[in-house]
């Protein structure tokens, strides 16, 4: 089992950067695969971004390829989510999640540990 907790959120302008957090702790990480998701009021959960247990393979949706990056730190349990040019279309809650011994997940019925989320919210 792997515990996740996130940290990194604010409130920001159009145009900002943020960069999340999300330490794990527990079963040797980096035998997750990790994901960021994210969750708007009133809409489903949704997929932003996920990296393989080495760090070498990366997948976007595709509302946020080219502005934001996720990185892993197997050394230090923690996944990364950088994110530039913010739109007030990112305003979501954002959460991380682990997948066991899978080389990426895009699915959320994937993953089998979440975080507790972080908000986010972009203003105009």
């Known amino acids: 089992q792997v515990q996740l907790v996130e940290s990194g959120g604010g409130l920001v302008q159009a145009g900002d950067s943020l960069r999340l957090s999300c330490a794990a702790s527990?079963?040797?990480?980096?035998?997750?695969?990790m994901g960021w998701f994210r969750q708007a009021p009133g809409k489903e959960r949704e997929f932003a971004a996920a990296?393989?247990?080495?760090?070498?393979?990366?997948y976007y949706a595709d509302s946020v390829k080219g502005r934001f990056t996720i990185s892993r730190d197997n050394a230090k349990n923690t996944v990364y989510l950088q994110m530039n040019s913010l739109k007030p279309e990112d305003t979501a809650v954002y959460y991380c999640?682990?997948?066991?011994?899978?080389?990426?997940?895009?699915?959320?019925?994937?993953?089998?540990?979440w975080g507790q989320g972080t908000q986010v919210t972009v203003s105009s």
């Open positions: 999640a682990a997948v066991w011994r899978t080389y990426l997940a895009t699915a959320r019925s994937l993953y089998d540990y």
């Open positions: 527990g079963r040797t990480f980096s035998n997750y695969a």
């Open positions: 990296v393989s247990w080495s760090g070498g393979s990366t």
